[in-house]
C-alpha cells in the first residue's frame, strides 16, 4: 500500500510541475507583461510536492528497513548517489542550452532577461523542471536510505 501512494503521489506532483514548466514559461521571443504567472503554479502545486517529498522519503525508510541483507542497502544508496550525479549533469546541461537560447543570464547585458530576478516568466522551466524534481526526490530517498539503514526498526515489546 505505501508503494502505490508513493506512486500516486509521485504522478500527481510530477503532472503539477510538468503543468508549471509548459504553460507558465514565456518563449524567448515573445513578451512577458504580466509577471511571473510560475508563482501562481508553485503555490498550487507546493503541498502535492511536499506531500510527494515526504511520502517519498518514508517509502525508502521502510524499504531499507525491510531490506534482508546489506547489499540490497548498499545497492539502494549506490544507486540513489549515481541517480543523483546524472541529474545534477542533466540539469546544469539543461540550464546552460536555456540560457544560450536566451542570449545569456540575468547578469549579460542583452540578454532577453537582463536585469531580471533568476526566477522570473522566461526562466520558471530552468528552475521547475523534470530534472529538478528528480533530483529533489532523489535526495528526499537518500535521506530515507539512510535513515532506514542506520537507525533499525523499533520493536514494540508486548
Known sequence: MLRLSWLIS???????VMIIQHFFTVKPDDVADGGN????GLALVAPFLL???FITYRFFVVSARNAKDHIMRMIYFIFGVALLVVLIFYSIDFKDSVYTSLGGDTTTPGSVIYGFPVLNE?????????????IVHTISGLFGTIVGMTKPDKQIQP
Not at 10 to 16: E, Q
Not at 37 to 40: P, Q, R, T, V, Y
Not at 122 to 134: I, K, Q, S
Open 10 to 16: 509521485l504522478g500527481i506532483s510530477l503532472f503539477g
Open 37 to 40: 504567472l510560475g508563482a501562481l
Open 51 to 53: 506531500l510527494s517529498l
Open 122 to 134: 522566461y526562466t520558471n522551466h530552468v528552475f521547475l523542471n523534470f530534472y529538478t524534481f528528480g
